[in-house]
């Protein structure tokens, strides 16, 4: 694919009107979205004030590149603006640019469509380029330049990279370049430091990890041979290789507008000697092959989509009574029974099965997967206790999911030892049957004292009132806050969905409820303490009101993350605060996630919902008022 596919007349401005940087972005954008090439402008623009936020695209030399891979991208383009006076754009050098191409890469965009946008970036990067760019009078001197150059290089490359060896330096220097968006910036360094390094007579290969993958990858031999190596990336890159060599870690960007540098401190041996964090290679491996939270976190993530969408369906039958699916009540309504049989009858019903299912999958890989749910199957149909409809419900699929897991990983064992001619029979015909038989043998024997020991923990809890059922609010609220979407807080909303297939639903408004508090609190201090918050703290916060009403705790983190002592305790104090609120008012909330939009499922009806959302309020103001006492003015701020 040629770059003038991507870059039309249509998404072309010869002279912007534009004199600052946020005018800019809004008019290349304005010219996509009138090519028709976005189907939602503003959610683009949030993705380019995204990237820009994370480094400057302004890359200095007079150019500047916006750019995003976006859903609101219809089809990948280009768009050109020009400004012969010069606009600042924040670019590295200080200096005004007068070229500006914004990149929009459609989140589905294919190798082609990639390599193109790239390619374009590493254009730029010549100078008689950008010169006849420039100097172009019309928009078809511009596509006319893209093309020749398009024809000079004789189409797209794998990589803009070199490895021309030369007897000037006798040095063997190699390089990575990688930005997050892995369109512009990845290219254009890697471009800027072959052309350099060819000019001043230095060895060099460059492997780029851009969005179509890793190109011209740095084998074993390369980094062995090496002298020095440059990583210039604003993003993870796999760093254990280099334990050893002499490397320099920079930006990306200082690839582009530093490279003589860059290249002088890799011949002259100015790099530090790489030593690999192997410990943390350690905790990583250790936590592939085991570790109770993270096959529990893998059951629960998987679980999740069943839990909210069941439980919204079933929440939604309620509109038209509470007895609208029942098919003997006067207040029967056939759209209503078709929502909870979909929603609790089948979404609901498989949610123990497919936790223990990917519980037991996390453990011992694909073959503990169907034991797994056999077992969690068992666990809500099996009882042997009269009277306990729902089984040993999620605590019988932990188990269940942990046992199918374990005895998965023994049948695995057990067989490798089978002849090489039946390898192929163990997927199919071992492990499944002799783990689903002993993994439902087991459950068989141990849910019927599962369901009595559960059906026990429900009732205690149900029974629990006054100061009692207060003093759990407050617990969960606060474990809520703890470590925003850590550990801590998914036990306590796991705890929440535990109720929930109990019938319980008082816990799940107080987990939900407390769980939007944090974010909330510190989009509220943003407005009130203006002072005590960095501008872009501030931005920050706009983005927290939208995901503390969301119900995503984790948009405290960047908060929490720069002020912890201060941001933490006042998140917790105000989500407790919370908890105990919603328990006071006897709130129940059947849907198990959606935040304020799901708000009109609260039981109860207008007044419960006055009240849950009164609760979240003062919890967040609690939060937000903590954090203005705790806070020093940015400005002088520790």
Not at 133 to 151: Q, R, Y
Not at 248 to 274: F, H, M
Not at 588 to 596: S, T
Not at 615 to 629: D, H, N, Y
């Amino acid at each position: 694919m040629r770059i003038t596919d991507l870059l039309t007349k249509d998404t072309i401005a010869m002279d912007l009107r534009a004199d600052n940087k946020t005018a800019v972005i809004d008019e290349l954008i304005a010219q996509l979205d009138g090519a028709g090439k976005l189907t939602d402008p503003e959610a683009f623009k949030q993705n380019i004030l995204t990237r820009e936020e994370q480094s400057t695209t302004g890359i200095g030399e007079g150019i500047a590149i916006p750019h995003a891979k976006s859903a609101a991208v219809k089809s990948p383009a280009i768009a050109f603006g020009r400004s012969l006076e010069g606009i600042d754009f924040e670019s590295m050098d200080g200096q005004p640019a007068n070229l500006f191409f914004m990149i929009a890469a459609s989140e589905g965009a294919n190798d082609a469509h990639l390599e193109a946008l790239s390619r374009l970036a590493t254009f730029l990067m010549d100078e008689k380029f950008r010169e006849r760019i420039l100097a172009a009078a019309t928009k078809e001197e511009v596509l006319l330049a893209v093309s020749d150059k398009e024809t000079e290089v004789a189409g797209p490359e794998d990589t803009p990279a070199t490895t021309n060896e030369t007897e000037s330096s006798g040095k063997r220097i190699l390089a990575v370049t990688a930005c997050p968006t892995g369109i512009a910036h990845t290219y254009m360094a890697a471009e800027k430091l072959s052309e350099r390094a060819k000019e001043l007579g230095i060895s060099l290969k460059v492997e780029t990890n851009g969005s179509s993958g890793v190109k011209n990858r740095l084998t074993a031999e390369d980094i062995a041979e090496a002298d020095a190596i440059i990583v210039a990336a604003d993003t993870k890159v796999e760093m254990a290789r280099f334990d050893g060599k002499p490397v320099i870690q920079t930006a990306v960007g200082k690839a582009i507008y530093e490279t003589d540098n860059l290249l002088n401190r890799a011949v002259t041996n100015d790099a530090p000697i790489y030593k690999h964090d192997k410990s943390k290679d350690e905790a990583t491996e250790s936590d592939s092959k085991g570790g109770f939270y993270k096959h529990l976190m893998n059951g629960v993530s998987n679980m999740l989509p069943f839990v909210v969408g069941g439980g919204i369906l079933i929440a939604l039958s309620f509109f038209w009574g509470i007895n609208a699916s029942d098919p003997t009540h006067p207040d029967y309504n056939e759209f209503a029974a078709m929502l909870s049989t979909i929603g609790g009858g089948t979404a609901f019903f498989l949610m123990v099965p497919v936790l223990a299912g990917f519980i037991a999958m996390s453990i011992a890989d694909r073959p503990g997967f169907a034991p797994g749910m056999i077992g969690g199957l068992i666990a809500i149909t099996v009882t042997g206790v009269e009277g306990a409809d729902g089984g040993s419900g999620f605590l019988g699929g932990l188990i269940a999911g942990f046992l199918a897991g374990y005895v998965t990983v023994l049948v695995k064992k057990v067989f490798s030892r089978i002849p090489q001619s039946l390898e192929g029979l163990k997927p199919v015909l071992f492990y499944p049957v002799f783990g689903i038989a002993i993994t439902g043998i087991i459950m068989m024997l141990i849910n019927p004292p599962l369901t009595t020991v559960y059906s026990g923990i429900s009732a205690f809890l149900e029974g629990l009132g006054g100061t009692n059922l207060i003093l759990v609010g407050l617990l969960l609220g606060g474990m809520m806050a703890v470590d925003m979407g850590g550990p801590v807080n998914k036990a306590a909303y796991t705890f929440g969905i535990a109720m929930l297939d109990a019938d319980n639903f008082n816990f799940m408004a107080t987990v939900m409820a407390a769980g939007m508090v944090p974010p909330l609190g510190l989009a509220i201090a943003t407005t009130m303490f203006k002072k005590k918050f960095s501008k872009p703290e501030r931005e920050a916060g706009k983005t927290a009101y939208v995901l503390g009403a969301s119900f995503i705790t984790e948009g405290v983190i960047p908060f929490a993350a720069a002020d912890p002592a201060r941001v933490i305790p006042a998140a917790i104090a105000g989500a407790a605060t919370t908890g105990a609120l919603v328990m006071l008012f006897d709130i129940g909330l059947r849907a198990p996630h959606g935040g304020v939009f799901v708000i009109g499922l609260v039981d109860g009806g207008a007044l419960s919902i006055l009240m849950y959302l009164i609760a979240i309020l003062i919890g967040s103001f609690v939060t937000a008022i903590i954090v203005g006492m705790l806070k020093k003015n940015a400005a002088v701020a520790a």
